[in-house]
């Protein structure tokens, strides 16, 4: 078993910047890929970026492409996810999630965290 905490939410202004960590425990010698999806009021769970887990393989869903970014740091056992440039289009409970291979659906991915909510305001 995984567990999976995300922190770093929060409510920004259109154009700024947040960073999302998630921390890994439990089972973090196996090695997964981390993702990270998130879920608009009223809207399905969506991806938004993944990483393997050697950090060499990154994919982003077009939507955010050149303003977040995905990284993680193994020695914490912690994933990141650099926000910037936050449109209001962006706000979402953002969810991490780790799967056995690099996917970007979410009935690929095992482990889930609960969720940090990102409110972008106008």
């Known amino acids: 078993q995984v567990q999976l905490v995300e922190s770093g939410g929060g409510l920004v202004q259109a154009g700024g910047s947040l960073r999302l960590s998630c921390a890994a425990s439990?089972?973090?010698?196996?090695?997964?890929?981390m993702g990270w999806f998130r879920q608009a009021s009223g809207k399905e769970r969506e991806f938004v970026a993944v990483i393997s887990w050697s950090g060499s393989r990154t994919n982003y869903a077009v939507s955010v492409l050149g303003r977040f970014t995905i990284s993680r740091d193994n020695a914490k056992n912690t994933v990141y996810l650099q926000m910037n440039s936050l449109k209001l289009e962006d706000t979402a409970v953002y969810y991490c999630?780790?799967?056995?291979?690099?996917?970007?659906?979410?009935?690929?991915?095992?482990?889930w965290g609960q969720g940090t909510q990102v409110t972008v305001s106008s």
């Open positions: 439990g089972r973090t010698s196996s090695r997964y890929a």
């Open positions: 999630a780790a799967s056995n291979f690099i996917a970007t659906k979410t009935h690929q991915y095992d482990y």
